[in-house]
């Protein structure tokens, strides 16, 4: 079967200025090139010690970057990691602390999670959410749809913490 489809066009109801995004640097993030996880970390830490007093969201997509940025920061302390699965107990946690405090989230695509407001004033996204490019069914989609499918987890990752045209990170 075809499938019928219609563009639809909508524009945001959260101004830009609500919404900023920054990309500070570019690091191919490897598990086989641990090298890479300290570079990422360094970059975090920075934003950190500028976000001090404030609670937001890291996103590393992978467990093990998540750990590595636990276990690794100077700011360790004000971080709560959450294992698979346990994220609405991570969530109440979260929610219950004070300032300065960070969530580090693997849950795909943010899904789950809803910081609004002082819940979280920033974003970080420590890795990209690319597909597992040696899984064989990612191997046959085309190089469009693999882009599309980052974009879309991006943007519903950023949806996390600025959600509704009165709130901002």
Not at 31 to 50: G, N, Y
Request: charge should be negative; proline fraction near 5%; charged fraction near 25%.
């Amino acid at each position: 079967t075809i499938l019928q489809t219609e563009e639809v066009v909508a524009p945001s109801i959260i101004p830009p200025a609500s919404r900023k995004v920054a990309v500070l640097g570019k690091v191919s993030v490897s598990s086989q090139r641990k090298e890479t996880f300290s570079e990422v970390l360094m970059t975090i830490d920075e934003i950190l010690s500028l976000q001090r007093g404030q609670k937001g969201l890291i996103y590393s997509h992978t467990d093990e970057l998540a750990q590595f940025i636990k276990e690794n920061s100077v700011f360790k302390d004000d971080l709560l990691y959450h294992e698979r699965r346990k994220l609405n107990e991570a969530m109440h946690l979260f929610k219950d602390m004070k300032p300065p405090s960070v969530l580090i989230t693997t849950a795909a695509g943010g899904h789950g999670i809803s910081l609004d407001d002082d819940l979280a004033r920033f974003l970080i996204i420590a890795k990209m959410p690319f597909q597992d490019m040696g899984d064989p069914w990612v191997m046959v989609q085309p190089e469009a749809w693999k882009i599309y499918d980052t974009v879309s987890k991006v943007l519903q990752i950023c949806g996390r913490v600025v959600r509704g045209p009165e709130d901002h990170a």
